[in-house]
């Protein structure tokens, strides 16, 4: 993936008194436009408008707007600082329910806070920027790893199906699901992507198809209802997506309609993959059942084109994510490595394995 591919999706301006600047991805792929973030209201409204989306990017805004939330002077006073760093907390946390990378990455500036409590509050503020830039620039390292353990996955000359955007606009730079093709592009592979235009919000026409294009990727956008046919034609050897949260025996939940594609790989002995950092598994949580799936507005089905596609008196259903069987997944791609096949036993083993300790809430 060439430099100039893709700008960063967010990044910090300036030091612990600074401010966010990120990709407002809703203007994509007609307007590059960038936002700029002063306070942690404006962080939570760019993540509940899908100005910023992806489970990876929406924890590294979470971590920087807790950093906003906290800017300024307290006059010494800890209880004051204490009750704005509890409401920031709150306020982002409430902003989306699925991506457990935002709760992990507040866990994380909570436990670096805890860490400092003893401090006078110019040391506090400057640790919990320091620790938001951390968790941003690992972000970024986790998916090059992503990239260069699944890039194996996809063989010379093959059709590559994905669904949403699981790429750099979806974290900190490079991606999940996208950094493996970007990493098999590096190696001197060729293939070719399907994306899935994602409806309602169109993130596979808008974002995937932008970001794969501008780094030099053959990419073919097709409606979602497309898929079987295009399996079927034997046009397709594997599909890979990203995750908004992965359960302890490996129930994927990611953006709706992947659990379709899951499905329709299975029939037609296609392998289904997804990548995920670390961040996003949830060990405590034994199955997909218990993973929070957020509803939104019936807006989004009924006007999706800029236009009233549906008449006002029909009813609206939007579920913005579905849960992926395990059993349907045939490994998963994670920067210490790929898990497979996908089991609960293989993924504790794994993670005590590899002596990680990030999937756990702090
Ligand atoms: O609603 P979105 O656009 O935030 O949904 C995003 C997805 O479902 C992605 O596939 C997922 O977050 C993985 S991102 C690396």
């Given at each position: 993936m060439s430099e100039l591919a893709v700008p960063k999706t967010i990044r910090w301006v300036g030091g612990p008194d600074g401010h966010v600047e990120l990709i407002d991805q809703t203007l994509?792929?007609?307007?590059?436009?960038?936002?700029?973030?002063?306070?942690?209201?404006?962080?939570?409204?760019?993540?509940?408008?899908?100005?910023?989306?992806?489970?990876?990017?929406?924890?590294?805004?979470?971590?920087?707007?807790?950093?906003?939330?906290?800017?300024?002077?307290?006059?010494?006073?800890?209880?004051?600082?204490?009750?704005?760093?509890?409401?920031?907390?709150?306020?982002?946390?409430?902003?989306?329910?699925?991506a457990v990378n935002l709760f992990w990455a507040l866990d994380r500036m909570e436990c670096c806070y805890r860490g400092h409590a003893d401090e006078p509050?110019?040391?506090?503020?400057?640790?919990?920027?320091?620790?938001?830039?951390?968790?941003?620039?690992?972000?970024?390292?986790?998916?090059?790893?992503?990239?260069?353990?699944g890039h194996e996955l996809v063989p010379d000359g093959a059709g590559v199906l994905t669904h949403c955007n699981a790429g750099s606009l979806a974290t900190a730079e490079y991606g999940t699901a996208l950094a493996v093709l970007y990493s098999a592009q590096e190696h001197g592979k060729s293939f070719k992507v399907y994306a899935d235009e994602t409806?309602?919000?169109?993130?596979?026409?808008?974002?995937?198809?932008?970001?794969?294009?501008?780094?030099?990727i053959d990419t073919t956008v097709i409606c979602d209802n497309m898929a079987a046919q295009v399996m079927k034609e034997g046009r397709v050897q594997l599909v890979i997506t990203g995750a908004d949260r992965i359960a302890a025996n490996?129930?994927?939940?990611?953006?709706?309609?992947?659990?379709?594609?899951?499905?329709?790989?299975?029939?037609?002995?296609?392998?289904?993959?997804?990548?995920?950092?670390?961040?996003?598994?949830d060990l405590q949580i034994p199955d997909g059942t218990a993973i929070p799936i957020e509803y939104r507005g019936q807006e989004e089905v009924r006007e999706g084109f800029g236009r009233v596609t549906?008449?006002?008196?029909?009813?609206?259903?939007?579920?913005?994510?579905?849960?992926?069987?395990a059993s349907l997944v045939a490994a998963i791609v994670t920067e210490r490595g790929v898990i497979r096949p996908v089991s609960g036993q293989k993924i504790r083993a794994f993670f005590e394995l590899s002596g990680c300790n990030a999937p756990k809430r702090y």
């Open positions: 994509l792929p007609e307007i590059l436009e960038i936002l700029t973030c002063r306070d942690p209201e404006a962080v939570r409204e760019a993540i509940v408008s899908l100005r910023i989306r992806g489970a990876p990017a929406i924890g590294v805004a979470a971590a920087m707007g807790q950093v906003l939330g906290v800017q300024g002077d307290f006059g010494g006073e800890k209880a004051a600082f204490d009750r704005a760093f509890a409401e920031t907390r709150e306020l982002l946390a409430g902003s989306r329910p699925t509050v110019e040391r506090i503020q400057e640790a919990l920027w320091r620790e938001a830039l951390a968790i941003r620039d690992e972000d970024a390292q986790m998916c090059r790893s992503i990239g260069e353990h409806r309602p919000l169109l993130q596979g026409a808008r974002l995937t198809a932008w970001e794969l294009t501008r780094a030099g490996g129930d994927v939940a990611n953006k709706i309609g992947t659990y379709g594609l899951a499905v329709l790989a299975k029939a037609h002995g296609i392998p289904f993959y997804v990548a995920a950092p670390s961040s996003t598994f549906a008449p006002a008196e029909a009813n609206f259903y939007s579920p913005a994510f579905d849960v992926t069987p």
